[in-house]
């Protein structure tokens, strides 16, 4: 018993002794090696995937916000618009009614002038008329004695006379200064129409040319936001084939530690069996002796992946408020074309680190393949074909999501020349209306 109880002992400490070496030999350490890089390839992963998250989520977010702005705008732009072409349209009846009240005036001047030379060439005729009847009775009168019946009576009929013609004189001057009062009334109402016609002619340049801008902007604008719609939708599809392959590699690591951790299974069950066999057999040889072998291994533990008609002060208000909203407008503009421009241009440098992720994950699996076998070698030619599958496959989206970036920085250009040329009539507005203050 003794004898039996020593070879025991002797078999156990043996099977300590050549445990790693039985690992070794079927490619247990293999497996922990390849479970490190497993996890380093998550971490590499995790890196480029999250810089990758990280600008998608800024893009979609800025592109997003672009496309709201721009349908604000545009509805506001709608609204002024179409306010002031009512008012347009009430500014030309406004218009023609001055123009018609001018010719009323201007016709009704001309009657009375005619009927005024009418009256004046039968007062001149009357008293033409008058006077050389009053001086055929002076004649008559030299030749009569004075103090006899017909000098009285042609006394009396140069009296009657002159004083008709007195009174017609009168009558004449009188219908004159008449038809000259009503003529400067009638030129005054008329000046007074054509300043009205005038003043609201010019509004009414003012408000179509208000239309016409509100409508060269609504049409920038509506570009624009068609474009941002379009970049957005690849920055969504880019965005979400990004996601699902992030999710793919991720998967397929699990799945090649899951077959790390059965080869480790299995192999620790090989080693148990060949242990037990190598003891039976000293059992059986215990007259021999027993040597022992001794054999050093380590392992790694694996890490986890994880302007209007108005008073000069208000004009001038107004035209202020007008230029900083102008300039606002612009300046606005300028910045998220500018922003836009900087996270399109970003996404080669996200493009890139995905591109450098994948070819060193192709590369380890493919070392790490080749000191594996069974359903861990399998696992790792399955992470390669993913990782160059999808290194194939980044191009195409990337490219296509720089070109609508473009089409939409070309929109962002025809928005800010129509908002400078707004900030310059604005600017001029501003000027005319200090003019006017002063």
Not at 315 to 343: I, P, T
């Amino acid at each position: 018993r003794k004898g039996l109880a020593r070879a025991a002992f002797y078999a156990s400490a043996t099977m300590m002794l050549m445990w790693p070496a039985a690992l070794a030999s079927i490619g247990v350490v293999a497996a922990l090696d390849v479970s490190e890089w497993l996890s380093e390839d998550g971490k590499r992963d995790a890196s480029a995937s999250d810089l990758a998250k990280c600008w998608c989520d800024q893009l979609t977010a800025m592109v997003s916000d672009r496309i709201s702005k721009a349908e604000d705008e545009i509805q506001n732009l709608q609204s002024k618009a179409n306010i002031a072409h009512y008012e347009n349209e009430q500014l030309k009846l406004e218009v023609q009614d001055h123009k018609s009240e001018i010719d009323e005036h201007s016709s009704s001047l001309g009657t009375a002038s005619a009927i005024s030379d009418r009256e004046a060439a039968a007062s001149k005729d009357e008293v033409d008329q008058l006077q050389a009847s009053l001086d055929t009775i002076r004649k008559a009168m030299d030749k009569v004695h004075e103090g006899s019946q017909v000098h009285g009576a042609l006394k009396g009929l140069e009296e009657t006379f002159s004083e008709k013609l007195k009174q017609a004189q009168e009558d004449g001057k009188s219908r004159s200064e008449a038809f000259d009062d009503l003529q400067e009334s009638k030129q005054k109402m008329m000046e007074l129409a054509r300043e009205a016609a005038a003043a609201k002619e010019a509004r009414l340049a003012d408000g179509l040319a208000d239309v016409s801008r509100a409508n060269s902007q609504i049409e920038r604008y509506t570009v624009q936001r068609d474009e941002d719609v379009a970049l957005r939708a690849a920055a969504q599809d880019l965005c979400d084939m990004l996601a699902d392959q992030r999710d793919k590699r991720e998967h397929l690591r699990q799945a090649s530690n899951i077959a790390v951790s059965q080869a480790k299974v299995d192999a620790a069950q090989e080693a148990a069996m060949q242990a037990a066999v190598k003891v039976t057999t000293l059992l059986s040889r215990r007259s021999k002796g027993l040597r022992a072998h001794a054999h050093k291994t380590s392992s790694n533990s694996t890490m986890k992946v994880g302007r209007r008609q108005l008073d000069c002060a208000t004009q001038l208000q107004h035209a202020e408020d007008e230029k900083r909203r102008a300039s606002e407008a612009l300046e606005g503009a300028k910045k998220s074309a500018a922003d836009l421009m900087a996270l399109t241009d970003q996404s080669g440098e996200i493009q890139h680190g995905l591109e450098t992720m994948l070819h060193t994950s192709m590369s380890g699996s493919l070392s790490a393949e080749g000191g594996s076998s069974g359903d861990v070698k399998a696992s790792l030619n399955a992470i390669f074909e993913a990782a160059k599958a999808q290194l194939a496959s980044l191009a195409k989206p990337f490219d296509g999501l720089r070109a609508k970036g473009k089409a939409s920085t070309l929109a962002d250009s025809r928005v800010a020349t129509v908002l400078m040329q707004a900030e310059a009539d604005a600017a001029q507005a501003l000027v005319d209306a200090q003019r006017c203050e002063a």
